[in-house]
């Protein structure tokens, strides 16, 4: 088992459970393969505070980025988790990092600077970018459903602090961790 620090999960194991097995539809129910369990499991970010200055005019934000391979999409906070943000557990269910430090800040700068550019490239004037690591990492929660029968299973993962279904990106790193246990 290994000790981390996480955010504190906004959805239930029932409510996790309901919403793979429910629907919008009830005639979704016949297209999905049956649900054979549900698991809990925590992603590791690194949590940077990003400044950028445009024409002068100073931003900052602070954002997570994965530890594992830096590939998902960013994390924002509106200030560095709190107490109440944030519980101490132990879990089996952790991603290793294996995301250096150097390589994560490049990584977070250049998803950071697609998003700035993303807004509006002409309204850029004399634009720097700085981020500056914040110690330790947090882990996010997440919930694992996994469907079908024997070795046709799939994963569906949803995010527990924000409630929202994950994609590609977070199916295949979890498949990956997986297959290498």
């Given at each position: 088992?290994t000790?981390i620090?996480?955010?504190r999960?906004?959805?239930?194991?029932?409510e996790?459970l309901?919403h793979?097995?429910?629907?919008?539809?009830p005639?979704?129910?016949?297209f999905r393969s049956?649900?054979?369990s549900?698991a809990?499991?925590?992603i590791?970010?690194?949590l940077?505070?990003?400044?950028f200055?445009?024409?002068?005019?100073?931003e900052?934000?602070?954002f997570?980025?994965?530890a594992?391979?830096?590939v998902?999409?960013?994390?924002?906070?509106?200030?560095?988790p709190?107490?109440?943000?944030?519980?101490?557990?132990?879990?089996r269910?952790?991603?290793p990092?294996?995301?250096?430090s150097?390589?994560?800040?490049?990584?977070?700068?250049?998803?950071?600077?697609?998003?700035v550019?993303?807004?509006?490239?002409?309204?850029?004037r004399?634009?720097?970018?700085?981020?500056?690591q914040?110690?330790g990492e947090i882990?996010?929660?997440?919930?694992?459903c996994?469907?079908?029968k024997?070795?046709?299973?799939?994963?569906a993962v949803?995010?527990?602090?924000r409630?929202r279904?994950e994609?590609a990106?977070?199916?295949?790193?979890?498949?990956d961790?997986l297959?290498?246990k």
């Open positions: 088992m000790a620090r996480s955010l999960a906004n959805v239930t194991r029932e996790a309901r793979f097995t429910g629907g919008t539809l005639i979704a129910s016949w049956p649900v054979q549900i809990e499991l925590y590791p970010f690194r940077f505070k990003v400044k200055v445009n024409g002068g005019r100073e900052s934000h602070i997570g980025l994965d594992v391979h830096g998902m999409d960013l994390y924002e906070f509106s200030g560095p709190g107490a109440q943000e944030v519980t101490s557990l132990e879990s269910n952790v991603l990092v294996a995301l250096g150097l390589e994560a800040r490049e990584r977070v700068l250049a998803k950071v600077r697609k998003l550019f993303s807004r509006g490239f002409f309204r850029m004399d634009v720097r970018f700085e981020a500056e914040i110690p882990c996010v929660p997440y919930w694992v996994f469907r079908g024997d070795k046709q299973l799939r994963l949803m995010d527990a602090v409630r279904a994609g990106k977070v199916r295949r790193m979890i498949e961790w297959q290498c």
